[in-house]
């Protein structure tokens, strides 16, 4: 096994997790729906969960516009994803106003098209499947599930997220 990241901490069997170098801002940017992810407190009772990222003022990294429709009313939060590593866009930091400090936002996986992402983070306590389209094909779903298990993600916390009746 190849190691970018320390692999004394993997379980046995476990892939390093690791990130997708076909990742690029130019087709990172522009809306994504939420198909999957793992419950948090701040997305307890979403429906409708979108994603939207736009180059932020003054170059200082990319706008997050996540929005959701929380027990029927429009609800959403507005954070920064900054690139630390220049050459590595596939390992961004996300702040949000609410949060002490910014959250590692890692893409697992990247379409070749961008037509879908696996987006992680290294303490495998976060973990979302999204999509251009509010609906994904089920084989690349399972594919994308497969990845995220081959990396010791607990899969089993994944949630489909209620993209029906959505305005």
């Known amino acids: 096994m190849i190691c970018l990241t320390s692999c004394d901490d993997?379980?046995?069997?476990c892939l390093a997790v690791t990130t997708d170098s076909d990742a690029n801002l130019t087709q990172f940017l522009g809306l994504w729906y939420e198909i999957a992810s793992f419950p948090l407190f701040f997305n307890a009772g979403c429906s409708c969960t979108t994603a939207e990222y736009t180059l932020a003022p003054n170059g200082a990294g990319v706008t997050v516009n996540n929005n959701c429709q929380l027990f029927g009313a429009p609800n959403g939060i507005q954070g920064i994803a900054t690139q630390p590593d220049p050459n590595d866009f596939s390992k961004l930091k996300v702040q949000f106003p609410t949060s002490p400090s910014a959250g590692d936002y890692w893409i697992l996986e990247f379409a070749s098209d961008a037509s879908y992402m696996l987006v992680g983070n290294p303490a495998k306590d976060n973990l979302y499947i999204l999509s251009r389209t509010s609906t994904l094909d089920q084989t690349i779903y399972d594919d994308l599930v497969k990845i995220a298990e081959d990396m010791c993600f607990d899969?089993?916390?994944?949630?489909?997220?209620?993209?029906s009746n959505c305005n």
């Open 10 to 13: 993997e379980p046995t069997g």
């Open 155 to 163: 899969v089993s916390n994944l949630q489909l997220t209620d993209q």
